[in-house]
């Protein structure tokens, strides 16, 4: 299976990446969803014993991308950060480096509901912050699925972190992260390495790209 596939999508052409990375070509952009960073150092914070470096694991994953598509955007569709708590010291440190490697590369982060109680973001970090609804070139950017936007004749969104079982001749090979696409909505996979997944159902003219061990594979149409 191949590291990523490219889709049409409405009259929009993209690359889906295995690493849980969408890049639109005509806008040289990479689009992310739900990275969650610090929401392991939030858990050890609260007395949670869990690893460390998922952050990190993350921003690999992320500039691996970026190099490997020479995108010149960043797109985060919602929940760049789990909490407040989240930015500790190593996980700010993390991201400051990150945006220095990738100095030429603009930033735009899509306002989720966790980062709605995270707050302002330092001001001296090269970020957009915009509200969900911004419209490009019949894109619209949100958070929560929904409705494609009036005006819009797509919309790429995260939130509920999408996966789907994978059943092959009644056996089953467990729940798979997965780009989902529904009635003009995509949903991104989360790409945050501390995060969990919600099994959705595919109804018909549904259409879902697993990702797994760096690896991307569409299922049927149903």
């Known amino acids: 299976m191949p590291s990523s596939i490219n889709v049409q999508l409405a009259h929009h ?3 889906l990446l295995a690493d849980r990375g969408m890049y639109w070509p005509d806008q040289q952009t990479l689009f992310v969803s739900d990275t969650h960073f610090g929401k392991a150092a939030t858990f050890r914070r609260h007395g949670i014993p869990v690893p460390v ?8 994953m992320i500039a691996g991308m970026l ?11 919602g929940d760049m950060f789990h909490a407040r708590s989240s930015l500790s010291h190593d996980v700010t440190r993390s991201l400051e480096s990150f945006m220095d490697r990738f100095a030429d590369v603009g930033i735009t982060l899509v306002r989720g509901n966790h980062d709605a109680r995270v707050g302002d973001l330092p001001s001296s970090w090269p970020i957009e912050i915009v509200e969900p609804g911004i419209t490009i070139e019949g894109v619209s950017l949100g958070h929560v699925p929904g409705p494609v936007p009036p005006g819009a004749d ?3 969104c995260g939130h509920i972190h999408p996966a789907v079982r994978l059943v092959i001749n009644r056996e089953s090979f467990g729940k798979h992260s997965c ?12 790409i945050g390495e501390f995060t969990g997944t919600h099994v959705v159902e595919l109804a018909k003219g549904d259409q879902a790209w697993i990702v797994s061990e760096g690896e991307i594979h569409e299922t049927p149409v149903l």
Not at 179 to 190: E, Q, R
């Open 67 to 77: 190099t490997q598509t020479q995108a010149s955007r960043l797109t985060i569709l």
């Open 53 to 60: 470096g998922s952050t990190e694991g993350t921003l690999a």
């Open 13 to 15: 052409q993209f690359k």
């Open 179 to 190: 780009f989902w696409h529904s009635a003009g909505c995509m949903v991104l996979p989360a």
């Open 154 to 156: 797509l919309f790429l």
